[in-house]
């Protein structure tokens, strides 16, 4: 395969400009023109056409192009891939988690991590809102569940599954909910959202439910359910250890969500930065399931 002219070839194609081309390549005009012209000369073909005011490409052109710049753009990532090899990660990563999750789970890694990678600095947002990462300039974001298509790259990093538990004296003292209208006679611990989750009947589905607490804080809601306050929908990050203890007793187990993943999200570049890269590997190698 030729090379040689194929740089200033698809910059050409991709500015539609000779003289922008040479801007960005840090050459001349001339010099640009010559690399083309050889190009051409090889292969056998035209690749431009040139007037006084415009560049475009011609159909052997454009085939040309759509092969080389995949190829061109291979080459370029493997290049930097290997330097990166020969780099200590280093430098400032921005993201954004959300807060409770983020608080109880995430930081205490985020700290362990930084006590190992010293040449890293972070900077967290700790927010449940969706914030646009690219356009706050962000590195990286964690968040649960459904994810909406974007173009952001997503990677797993763990999955929670929901439960609904009370203490046993609330229990005994109000009974057991055995179907899910049941929860209408209960008092629930209501989180951010005024709703549950469960699988019913094969699918997915919300169930309303009310009451007379409501928190925004997971760490809260399983205080209030284990002072016996009522029932409580919580990820198994908060209430496994109080779920194997007995402090808390798990209902409408039959009718458990489905798993939900927790995910690193971020921009789609070819490339994951080394400082980006060695911390999502190890918040998928730390961060357990709940």
């Known amino acids: 395969m030729v090379w040689e002219g194929i740089i200033e070839f698809t910059t050409v194609a991709d500015l539609n400009s000779f003289t922008s081309a040479a801007i960005k390549l840090d050459t001349s005009v001339a010099q640009v023109s010559r690399k083309v012209a050889s190009l051409e000369k090889q292969l056998g073909v035209k690749l431009f056409n040139r007037s006084t005011r415009n560049v475009s490409l011609t159909e052997a052109g454009r085939v040309y ?30 993201m954004t988690v959300p807060v409770a999750f983020g608080e109880a789970f995430v930081a205490p890694l985020l700290n362990r991590f930084l006590k190992q990678y010293t040449d890293i600095s972070i ?12 356009e706050q300039g962000l590195d ?37 909910p055995k179907v899910l209208d049941d929860l209408k006679a209960h008092a629930c611990l209501v989180g951010s959202h005024s709703y549950w989750r469960f699988h019913w009947k094969g699918e997915s589905r919300v169930h309303k439910i009310q009451g007379r607490i409501k928190y925004n804080s997971g760490n809260a809601l399983r205080h209030a359910a284990l002072e016996g306050l009522g029932l409580v929908q919580l ?24 798993k939900e993943a927790v995910w690193a999200l971020f921009p789609s570049n070819r490339h994951m930065a080394p400082k980006v890269r060695v911390l999502v590997d190890y918040l998928g190698q730390h961060l357990e399931d709940g």
């Open 65 to 94: 192009y759509a092969q080389c710049a995949p190829a061109l753009a291979a080459l370029q990532d493997a290049e930097l891939m290997v330097t990166e090899l020969q780099r200590v990660p280093s430098g400032l990563i921005k």
């Open 123 to 134: 900077e967290c947002k700790f927010s449940n809102d969706t914030v646009d990462i690219i």
């Open 140 to 176: 990286l974001a964690i968040r649960i569940g459904h994810l909406e298509d974007s173009s952001l790259v997503a990677k797993k990093l763990a999955t929670r599954q929901l439960f609904v538990c009370a203490s046993e004296d609330y229990l005994r003292k109000h009974g057991e």
């Open 235 to 258: 990820p198994g990050f908060y209430v496994r250890n109080d779920l194997e203890k007995r402090k808390l007793i798990e209902v409408l187990a039959d009718h458990r969500d489905e």
